[in-house]
Nanobody, 129 residues
């Protein structure tokens, strides 16, 4: 069974930075798309950034100046760095994984997250002013 485990969330003051990690185990395919998402209370889950096994990256337009997605050399861990945090960044952050073709889809689509079959349990990020 594919397992994803996020870590690195917490409470931070506005203007600060966070580094979120997601470890994945037992994924059966060598090609993949990995993504980071977030969901604030009362809002839809939105895509932040994705990366595939070839290193192709895609970002949400409104966040791309403040976030970076990367993979550890072993490619079992995907990282999301978020800088200049704002109160509106407060949300549960999730990582997900699925077939490589998903990375070509529109990250801004309201149903983009529904294409990913595997999800972590989420890590809470709270930004205080």
């Amino acid at each position: 069974q594919v397992q994803l485990v996020e870590s690195g969330g917490g409470s931070v003051q506005s203007g600060g930075s966070l580094r979120l990690s997601c470890a994945v185990s037992k994924y059966p395919l060598s090609s993949y798309c990995r993504g980071w998402f977030r969901q604030a209370p009362g809002k839809e889950r939105e895509g932040i950034a994705v990366i595939d096994n070839e290193g192709f990256e895609k970002y949400r337009d409104s966040l791309k100046s403040r976030v970076t997605i990367s993979q550890e050399s072993s490619k079992n861990t995907v990282i999301l760095e978020v800088n200049n945090l704002k109160s509106e960044d407060t949300a549960m952050y999730y990582c997900a994984k699925g077939p490589r073709y998903i990375c070509a889809y529109n990250i801004h689509g309201e149903n983009f997250y529904r294409h990913f079959p595997y999800w972590g349990q989420g890590t809470q990020v709270t930004v205080s002013s």
